[in-house]
């Protein structure tokens, strides 16, 4: 795997678990091997987004409003797309709390998950908790879905399904981060998702929803 100055940073300065190297090396195997059927690939990728069927695709991204910097009732109703919802409460509490969130969410950059650097991933991590806080008791996908539609080039659409397509041991978000950003970084990885999405022409969707993506419709393989 790539030597890694940030992810360093991050497990030795600021307390975040890293993930154990089989971990990592079992997870990059399985996006190589899923991606790498760029035909296949494309196909999944192209069913996905395509705006005539009836995948969330195109609509969970372009939902509109969708702000860069505020919560609203379009991003809650975008996460009920891709099969979650946030409870009456937590419907509540997130709109409650839109000034909150909208400083949070601006101290976040509109960097990639593969080149972000220690304090927009930090800054991503305590947008992430806080959000998950609001939902209530451990509501760790939609507070993951819910944030990956603000900034869908840095923060992971983490569930049950690619954790389980990956064989992560899902200890928590930061760890499973870091293998994702592994993911991203990884020459192969990218270079296969690139001819992927050129075949698909969805290459302006940000890579890590190609990634989420193909790993979530390759869960049955």
């Known amino acids: 795997m790539l030597s890694d100055p940030v992810v360093d940073e991050l497990t030795t300065k600021h307390g975040w678990s890293g993930p154990a190297g089989p971990e ?31 995948y969330a695709g195109r609509a969970f991204l372009d939902l509109a409003p969708n702000e860069r910097t505020e919560f609203s ?48 991933l930090r800054a991503a991590s305590t947008l992430y908790l806080r959000v998950k806080a609001l939902l ?51 020459e192969q990885i990218r270079s296969n998702l690139d001819l992927a999405a050129g075949r698909a022409e969805v290459s302006d969707i940000p890579l890590l929803r190609l990634l989420d993506t193909l790993l979530w419709m390759s869960r049955s393989d």
Request: net charge positive.
């Open 136 to 186: 209530g008791e451990n509501p760790w996908v939609v507070a993951s879905k819910l944030c990956a539609r603000k900034r869908p080039e840095l923060i992971p659409v983490r569930d049950g399904e690619i954790v389980k397509v990956l064989g992560l041991t899902n200890r928590s978000h930061r760890t499973d981060w870091i293998v994702l950003r592994c993911l991203v970084r990884d």
């Open 24 to 54: 990592v090396v079992g997870a990059v195997e399985a996006a190589r091997r899923l991606s790498a059927d760029t035909a296949t690939a494309a196909h999944k990728l192209r069913t996905y987004y395509d705006v005539a069927g009836d």
């Open 73 to 120: 009732p379009a991003d809650l109703l975008a996460v009920t797309l891709l099969n979650v919802v946030a409870t009456p409460r937590g419907v509540r509490d997130i709109l409650g709390s839109r000034a909150e969130l909208s400083a949070l969410l601006a101290a976040v950059p509109g960097e990639d998950l593969a080149g972000a650097g220690v304090a927009t």
